[in-house]
């Protein structure tokens, strides 16, 4: 008995110093497997869920008359970061272009941090998707929100709450997946 | 049944014991001087300072303790992205408006998220990240250590070696 019990156990020792690295090997796959497909890039916000951040800036095309963001209370509205040094923001155009024929949301745009003259002459030759564009010059409003790179794109509930952020060019694909059924359902209990 | 199998830690168990000791010592010396030998990274900002030094101290020290959002690996203190510089000016304001170091990272995480500092916080989502290195010392040392060990009362069979038999 006692002789048979030694003989089954020494093999699986020795199977198991075999199996360990080669079992931690193949954890280890799996974990980098898995982070190939995970989205380094974007930095959840902290902003979701908080009451949006209040500015007044000088519009871009008139820099003598202000836009605050309070002018939206009570409805919901888009707040696009963008700029015309921005290879994303010149990729996601056509589709902001779209979204505001379709007319269901007002966006507001915010250029960060850009030339003037640039920025008019981007929207003069590309269209303006925008009810209007504040000029962050300075990027100080872009810091509040916590934009670290446009295109932004932020989705602002009547409540003037942030509910979505999006980070990276928008398309109507991405617009129809999580933009439209965060708008319903937020247009629905908002009412 | 134990006469089966030869018994390898009879020979030389002192001698060869001391030889383990050196090698650990040795390693153990080498980490030492990397930590003590570290040379502090030095800034690249190029805006106007603080006059006063203390301030000036301070504020970069801030800024090495947080994150530039575009580079990721760089804080705002080495950094030259647009990004960066705005952090800074918007830190150098907050340092001016009397803000406590607590208050001006608080100003920061509530924008950017606990990721904007560059020194992550101590919080249970982090507990392993900050106990890995002590873990994979502690892990690493262990299984050196037993190596060591178990080699050193192995008989030495090198020929070259002076020490050969000696115990």
New interface residues.
């Given amino acids: 008995m006692n002789q048979t019990a ?1 003989k089954t156990e020494k093999p699986s020792k020795g199977v198991w110093r075999y199996l360990l690295p080669v079992g931690l090997l193949l954890a280890l796959v799996v974990v980098f497997y898995v982070s190939l497909g995970r989205d380094k890039q974007t ?5 979701i869920g908080k009451p949006a951040p209040q500015f007044e800036l000088p519009r871009l095309d008139d820099l003598s008359l202000p836009i605050s963001n309070a002018e939206f209370a009570g409805q919901m509205y888009v707040l696009n970061v963008w700029g015309s040094w921005c290879v994303g923001c010149r990729q996601e155009h056509g589709a902001l272009l779209q979204i505001a024929q379709r007319g269901e949301v007002p966006i507001l745009g915010l250029n960060w ?1 850009d030339d003037r003259e640039a920025a008019l002459y981007w929207l003069q030759s590309l269209g303006d998707p925008y009810v209007a564009s504040a000029f962050d010059g ?3 409003i ?5 934009v ?2 446009a295109p932004e794109t932020f989705l602002v509930s009547a409540q003037g709450e942030i509910i979505h952020k999006h980070i990276g060019p928008l398309n109507l694909q991405i617009w129809e997946r999580d933009f439209v059924p965060m708008m319903q359902r937020a247009g629905v209990s908002g009412k | ?1 134990s006469a089966l199998k030869p018994n390898r830690f009879a020979p030389g168990v002192a001698g060869f014991d001391r030889r383990a000791l050196r090698t650990l010592l040795v390693a153990a010396l080498l980490i030492l001087a990397t930590v003590l030998l570290r040379q502090p990274a030095s800034a690249i900002d190029i805006a106007p300072a603080f006059e006063d030094p203390v301030q000036q101290a301070r504020y970069e020290q801030l800024a090495r303790e947080l994150r530039c ?2 580079c990721r690996s760089e804080t705002i203190a080495d950094s030259n992205a ?2 960066a510089a ?2 800074r000016r ?1 830190l150098r304001e907050l340092m001016g408006q009397g803000k406590s170091n607590a208050e001006i990272l608080q100003y920061m ?5 606990d ?1 904007v500092l560059y020194k992550p916080p101590l919080v249970p989502r982090t507990w392993l990240l900050w106990a890995a290195p002590v873990l994979l010392l502690l892990g690493g040392g262990t299984a050196a250590a037993v190596v060591i060990v178990r080699k050193s009362r192995l008989p030495d069979t090198d020929p070259s070696d002076p020490g050969l038999g000696v115990s």
């Fill in positions: 030694i930095l959840p916000s902290p902003l941090n300075e990027g100080r872009a810091i509040d929100w916590g670290y790179g | 049944m959002l575009v647009p990004l705005d952090l918007q995480t509530e924008r950017y998220g990721y």
